[in-house]
């Protein structure tokens, strides 16, 4: 009897400490950010825009609710997107100045800061599952161009024709800009991404994106380079980024946030305002971050007038918005 009470005592103790070693689980998303203005939107719109951003959330939720790990989160949010007309990335993204679809993507894993990223593909259909199988499956970091689009053949990831990705709204939008009308506020926004923790305490962070309208000679923004456009630390913060990609480059925004919140010893929110709300304005850039801390708190900032993203938190609170004050 002693040996059967001892047993079941170390049993319910085993199991105790392995919940307690459980995190909370929590996955924020964004959908671009930008000049992003009530009076733009029509009500129809941002019926549209809240439903997409909600069912990409809680595609990414189910999965940790489930035990499943944050990589798989992100990825299941992130496709989501992908294959959304609404968002500037994949299906739907902007054109470039020939009127061609590029694309690029990103992932990083905070459990090991292990990454792979993907620029100016043409005909990868979900681009962000190719810069996890250049994470996984390749002993490099960034593939580019004809390179990564031979690569995701060899991998067995489903190619399109660019043509799958253009909509009539994207082209409209392109001959608007070459007639030089105002650029519309779909320039920019759209970029989309995601960040998730798991119940084993890892974060991941990924980010997906066209890129911007009319952009030339083979430009690349932020979104595909580590550090700038996505950064995941499991010590600090998971982070992805949107706006103009040049300036996210230069202040080298995601690992800046994740590195002043650890170093500094401050809170995720108040490194990521430090970044993104002086940092990038003195620069003169605009746009915006979600990040996740490793405690599960959910982090937004941004200085442009509206950023689409939605999230839900530790204790299961679900919530979308587009404008600043929402």
Not at 24 to 38: D, E, M, N, Q, Y
Not at 65 to 71: P, V
Request: glycine residues 10%.
């Amino acid at each position: 009897m002693r040996i059967a009470a001892l047993l079941s005592a170390l049993s319910l103790a085993f199991s105790a400490s392995s919940f307690a070693a459980e995190t909370p689980i929590a996955i924020v998303i964004h959908g671009g950010a930008g000049t992003i203005l009530k009076k733009d939107i029509t009500p129809a719109q941002r019926i549209a825009y809240h439903a997409a951003l909600r069912k990409a959330v809680k595609r990414g939720h189910q999965i940790l609710d489930a035990g499943g790990n944050s990589e798989d989160a992100v990825i299941a949010a992130i496709t989501a997107m992908e294959d959304s007309p609404l968002f500037n990335a994949g299906h739907g993204a902007v054109l470039n100045h020939r009127g061609e679809v590029e694309l690029d993507a990103s992932i990083m894993r905070g459990e090991d800061r292990n990454a792979g990223a993907i620029a100016g593909v043409k005909t990868i259909k979900n681009p962000i599952l190719a810069a996890r199988e250049v994470m996984h499956h390749s002993p490099h970091v960034f593939m580019a161009g004809e390179g990564a689009e031979t690569f995701a053949a060899e991998r067995q990831l489903p190619l399109v024709d660019n043509t799958f990705f253009i909509t009539q709204r994207r082209q409209l939008q392109l001959q608007r800009i070459h007639a030089h009308e105002r650029k519309t506020l779909d320039d920019r926004a759209g970029t989309v991404g995601a960040v998730a923790l798991d119940k084993h305490g890892n974060i991941t962070a990924a980010t997906s994106t066209g890129g911007m309208s009319n952009k030339r000679y083979g430009r690349i923004g932020d979104v595909p380079v580590i550090g700038a456009g996505t950064y995941a630390d499991n010590r600090s913060c998971g982070i992805s980024a949107t706006g103009h990609g040049e300036y996210f480059i230069r202040a080298a925004v995601a690992f800046n946030i994740c590195s002043q919140s650890r170093l500094l010893n401050i809170s995720l929110q108040q490194a990521a305002d430090n970044v993104v709300l002086e940092e990038l304005v003195t620069l003169g850039g605009d746009g915006g971050i979600v990040g996740l801390a490793p405690n599960g708190e959910v982090v937004v900032s941004f200085n442009s007038a509206g950023m689409y993203r939605a999230w839900i938190d530790a204790s299961g609170n679900e919530h979308s918005a587009i404008f600043k004050n929402d």
